[in-house]
């Protein structure tokens, strides 16, 4: 792709982006949020026309009109969204658009077999292809849009995060197969914000800032990780978590949690948390962690158990007695569970408090403007316009509209379900320091990760879960990620 620019109206989002793509080879795409990765992969991917510059395939000048056309060349994209769709078994969302058939009956045994085998070379061999996606857990979700991709007579895939769904060990199960993929010459764009992925699976880097390549076709194993972040940030940044001041002992109990379970996902988990306090879960994607959240919050109904807020025992499976309590979740799909992309900002932020921006049961624009502005402005929310639609904004900036919405709800005890994925890392040291301002301000706040090393930074107690079960509850500055791992396969074996 050679000096290729793409403008939604006054906003250029591409400024002359180049990108080489090898045969073989994993490319990594880094920037920050709002850099332009996602306009210059669809751009790729059919999805925008861009407005000048050309793009080469295999030394062809082509135009790619629609995703349709960049799969008949050989380009397929998987997106950090998923993009599969619940209803619909493996198999039909695998074959769904190019289906295998004859006289325009659909080959479904064929379609399965097929499909076996490609969940057979993503390690997933287990899975039926009768299964309905929408029981899967989002990792099976990630393996189902890999494997449609690999369907197509593909010889580019585009990977935008695709580990963000996956725990240590799908990790290793996903760079094994773009290993197999490379070999076989298939090339990968692979995009993530987790630099130390980079060192493991990539041959060159690509780096886009404010819409504009800043370093092109950088070899891996020779550029160091401090001048990548300058290219992405154009200063240096350091990953430094906020100090924890520590939880007065006479620190009132907000929430406490006790014998929870929920038949088949987890068992007898107690834990409190304080008033200042920042709790954090750590274990295996598929753990339970995200289920546990869900209870507390009474979007699951707990089996057994109690959750007390303030020593007021809350009924089970009610989101409305937990929001009232001064409950507030943000899920770990913020696009699809937490936010209404379309709507604008200040719609996103008093979704949950509008009875509070009414008048005489009709809701009053102007007060949700002026309470999203004062959010915005605390927050330090980009763009500082609460009126743009709040799909149009980065991951870092989204996570800090549901933060918004329960602060303007008054919530005391916060829920955090991958609170920085797919967040660059300039805006999470931004976040992290976010939700320590908010703890030091007397909040409660339980925040579950994928990523060990964040659970320890931020949290003053780590609960470990592996299988539905609490390991181990520890202050953070006693285990470090070894002993977390040690405890998580331990505990599995057991």
């Not at 899967?136 to 935008?160: G, N």
């Not at 274990?283 to 109904?301: F, H, M, N, Q």
């Not at 899920?331 to 719609?347: A, C, F, H, T, V």
Request: aromatic content about 2%.
């Amino acid at each position: 792709m050679r000096g290729v620019t793409k403008s939604f109206g006054p906003v250029a989002a591409l400024r002359g982006v180049d990108l080489e793509v090898l045969p073989g080879e994993v490319h990594c795409l880094l920037g920050q949020n709002g850099a332009g990765k996602s306009t210059l992969i669809k751009v790729l991917a059919g999805v925008h026309a861009p407005d000048a510059g050309e793009t080469l395939w295999r030394g062809e000048p082509v135009t790619i009109p629609s995703p349709q056309a960049a799969i008949d060349l050989g380009i397929a994209t998987m997106y950090q969204e998923l993009d599969v769709i619940d209803g619909l078994t493996i198999a039909e969302n695998i074959f769904l658009g190019h289906e295998l058939e004859r006289a325009g009956v659909t080959r479904r045994a064929e379609q399965a077999a097929t499909t076996r085998e490609l969940l057979a070379r993503l390690g997933h061999g287990s899975l039926s292809p009768h299964t309905e996606v929408g029981s899967l857990s989002a990792a099976e979700k990630q393996i189902v849009s890999m494997a449609r991709a690999l369907s197509h007579d593909t010889r580019l895939i585009i990977m935008d995060e695709p580990s963000a769904v996956l725990d240590t060990e799908e990790v290793a199960n996903l760079f094994r197969v773009i290993g197999e993929l490379t070999a076989q010459g298939i090339a990968v764009i692979y995009i993530t914000h987790r630099l130390e992925e980079i060192r493991r699976i990539g041959d060159r880097i690509t780096v886009l800032k404010d819409g504009a390549s800043t370093a092109s076709g950088l070899d891996v194993a020779t550029t160091p990780t401090d001048e990548l972040i300058r290219h992405m940030t154009g200063r240096a940044v350091t990953n430094v978590f906020p100090t924890r001041p520590g939880v007065p002992a006479d620190a009132s109990v907000l929430l406490d949690v006790d014998g929870l379970s929920l038949d088949g996902v987890f068992h007898d988990v107690s834990f409190r948390v304080r008033a200042g306090e920042i709790l954090g879960l750590a274990g295996l994607v598929g753990s339970g962690r995200s289920e546990i959240l869900e209870t507390v919050y009474g979007a699951r109904r707990a089996t057994s158990g109690t959750v007390s807020v303030d020593g007021r025992r809350l009924p089970r499976g009610s989101v409305a007695a937990a929001v009232d309590a001064g409950l507030g979740l943000s899920p770990e799909e913020r696009k699809s569970q937490g936010l209404i992309l379309d709507e604008p900002i200040y719609r996103n932020v008093t979704l949950s408090s509008f009875a509070a921006t009414a008048r005489g049961g009709i809701l009053d624009e102007a007060a949700e403007r002026r309470v999203a502005d004062e959010q915005i402005a605390a927050l330090e929310l980009r763009p500082a316009d609460s009126s743009r639609a709040a799909g149009t904004l980065s991951g870092g900036n989204q996570q800090k509209i549901l933060l918004a919405r329960w602060l303007v709800h008054g919530a005391r005890i916060l829920l955090l379900d991958e609170p920085t994925r797919g967040v660059d890392v300039g805006a999470r040291a931004e976040i992290y320091a976010l939700i320590r301002r908010l703890a030091d301000a007397g909040h409660a706040i339980v925040v579950v990760s994928s990523e060990i090393e964040e659970v320890l930074g931020l949290a003053d107690t780590v609960l470990v879960i592996g299988d539905g079960r609490l390991l181990s509850s520890v202050d953070s500055s006693e285990i470090d990620e070894h002993g977390v791992l040690d405890l998580v396969m331990k505990g599995t074996a057991a």
